[in-house]
C-alpha cells in the first residue's frame, strides 16, 4: 500500500501533496530524516557530514510526502574546514563553489532530480558557480542513485587533486547541473518547483537590496551627513532614466498580448506619469540648473548601466516580462525605504538652510507610496511574476537582470556621494597658507 502511495504521488494530480523544508544544516535532526537515512538503498554515496564546522553554515532542504521524508541533502560553502583540507585547495579557490552531501532518496521514488535542483537553487542564491562533492569511489560508474546523480548533473572528476579509494572529488558548473536537473523532471515535478521561481527571484533582490543600503550615499542619509551638492547629483541622475520611463512602459503596453499582463503595464503606466517633474520641482527648489538637468547632462556611467538593462530588455529583446526586472529591482529598494531614511534625509536638508525638507524630497517621499504596501507597484510585479516565469531559463535571464540592475544601483548610489565628496569634506590638518604675492611674480 505505502508503495502504490508514492507512484500515485508521483502522478501530475498528487504531486503538490509534497513540501520541501529547507533548514540551517546544523539543526537538530528531525526523526523522519534519520529514518530516510536508515532506509536501505537511500543513501547515495556522497560524503557524510556530522557536527563538522560545513553544517554550522549550510541548509538541509528535505521533500516531504505527508510526515514521511523521502529526500534529503545539505548544501554549505565549499571554503569552510573539511572540503579545503581534502582537496588541499586554497579557500580562495572554494569561495565561488558548494559542497553538497548528505544526499538520501527514497529508493522507490523518482525524487532525484527535483531535491538536485533544490540544492543547487540554494547555490545559485549563494552566487556561486561550482559545486563540488566527495563521493565514493566504488559507485562512480554503478547502478546506484549517485551514478544517476552522476549522470544526472554531469559531475567530472577534479584532477590533480587528491583521490583514490574510498572517495574522489567530482564537481560541476552550477549551470550545467541546475540545468540537467531540470531537463530530467517529468511534468509534474516542474510544476512543483516552478513554485520556487519567484521566491528565488525575491531573496536574491533581498540580498542585494541588504547591500545597497549600506552603501555611502544610505550611510550619509542615517548619518545626517549628505551635502545638498551631492543630492542634487542623485536627483539629476535619477531623472536621466525617470523620464524615460512612461515610454518604456508604453513599448511594454505594445508588446503584450496576454491581456492581464497588459493590463497589469497599462495600471504601473498610470502610477509613472510625469513623476520626472517631481524630481524637477525638488531640484527647481534646491537652485539647481534645471535646464541642464533636461537638456544636456548625461548619465553617470553606474546609471547608465541601469538604463541599459531595462532598454535591452524591452527594446531589444521586446520582452514584456523580462523588462519587469527593472521595476523588480528598482522599485524593490524604494518600497523599503522608511521613516529612519526620510528623518535622517529631512536632517541633512535642514543643515542645507531649508526649514521645509518635503519642498525637496516629493518624488522620494511619493515612491515609498508608489512602490510600497500590499497594493503598490512592487507587490503587483511579484503577483504576475508567479504567473510569467515558467522556466529556469527564464528565471535564469530574469535573474541576471535583477543582478545587473541592482549592481548598477550600488554603483550609482555610491558615485553619487563619492564622486561629489568635495562638497562634503573635512580638513584633515589646517591649510598651508598661500603666499600673498600678486600672480605675475609667481614662478613654476
Keep these: ?108 521514488t523518482q525524487l532525484l532530480p527535483v531535491l538536485t535542483y533544490l540544492l543547487l537553487r540554494r547555490a545559485r542564491i549563494w552566487e556561486r558557480h561550482t559545486a563540488l562533492a566527495h563521493v565514493d569511489a566504488d559507485l562512480l560508474g554503478g547502478a546506484r542513485d549517485l551514478a544517476r546523480w552522476q549522470r544526472l548533473t554531469n559531475l567530472a572528476s577534479l584532477r590533480g587533486l587528491p583521490g583514490g579509494s574510498p572517495r574522489v572529488p567530482v564537481a560541476q558548473r552550477v549551470d550545467i547541473a541546475i540545468h540537467e536537473a531540470y531537463q530530467a523532471m517529468n511534468q509534474s515535478q516542474r510544476d512543483f518547483v516552478q513554485q520556487f521561481f519567484v521566491p528565488e527571484a525575491v531573496e536574491t533582490l533581498e540580498i542585494h537590496i541588504d547591500r545597497f543600503f549600506q552603501t555611502e550615499f544610505f550611510r550619509a542619509v542615517h548619518e545626517s551627513r549628505l551635502s545638498r551638492e551631492q543630492y542634487v547629483y542623485s536627483m539629476s541622475n535619477l531623472h536621466q532614466f525617470v523620464r524615460y520611463t512612461t515610454r518604456l512602459i508604453g513599448r511594454a503596453v505594445s508588446l503584450s498580448s496576454d491581456e492581464d499582463l497588459r493590463n497589469h503595464w497599462l495600471h504601473h503606466l498610470s502610477g509613472e506619469i510625469n513623476h520626472e517633474k517631481i524630481i524637477e520641482k525638488d531640484l527647481e527648489f534646491l537652485g539647481a540648473d534645471v535646464d541642464y538637468v533636461v537638456h544636456h547632462m548625461v548619465p553617470n556611467k553606474h546609471n547608465q548601466q541601469f538604463m541599459v538593462v531595462q532598454e535591452s530588455a524591452i527594446a531589444f529583446h521586446q520582452d514584456p516580462v523580462l523588462f519587469m526586472a527593472a521595476p523588480f529591482a528598482a522599485e524593490g529598494w524604494t518600497a523599503r525605504l522608511d521613516k529612519p531614511f526620510m528623518d535622517g534625509l529631512e536632517k541633512s536638508i535642514r543643515s542645507w538652510g531649508i526649514e521645509t525638507p518635503r519642498h525637496v524630497t516629493g518624488f522620494l517621499a511619493s515612491h515609498i507610496n508608489y512602490d510600497g504596501g500590499d497594493d503598490g507597484h512592487w507587490e503587483g510585479t511579484r503577483r504576475i511574476l508567479e504567473r510569467f516565469i515558467t522556466s529556469d531559463q527564464m528565471l535564469q535571464r530574469f535573474l541576471n537582470l535583477v543582478h545587473l540592475a541592482m549592481e548598477a544601483f550600488e554603483k550609482s548610489y555610491s558615485s553619487y556621494v563619492t564622486e561629489q565628496r568635495l562638497w562634503s569634506a573635512k580638513p584633515a590638518r589646517s591649510a598651508s597658507a598661500f603666499s600673498t604675492q600678486p600672480l605675475h611674480d609667481l614662478r613654476v
Excluded: W
Design 1 to 108: 500500500m505505502a508503495r502504490q502511495h508514492h507512484h500515485q504521488a508521483q502522478d501530475t494530480n498528487h504531486f503538490n501533496e509534497f513540501r520541501a523544508v529547507e533548514v540551517s544544516a546544523s539543526a537538530p535532526l528531525p526523526a523522519a530524516i534519520s529514518a530516510l537515512e536508515a532506509t536501505d538503498g537511500a543513501a547515495s554515496g556522497f560524503l557524510h557530514l556530522s557536527g563538522s564546522t560545513e553544517l554550522e553554515q549550510g541548509r538541509r532542504i528535505s521533500l516531504f510526502d505527508g510526515e514521511r521524508c523521502v529526500a534529503s541533502g545539505v548544501v554549505f560553502p565549499a571554503e569552510t574546514g573539511l572540503l579545503a583540507r581534502l582537496t588541499g585547495l586554497d579557500a580562495r579557490d572554494l569561495a565561488e563553489s558548494v559542497g553538497i552531501t548528505n544526499v538520501y532518496v527514497d529508493p522507490e
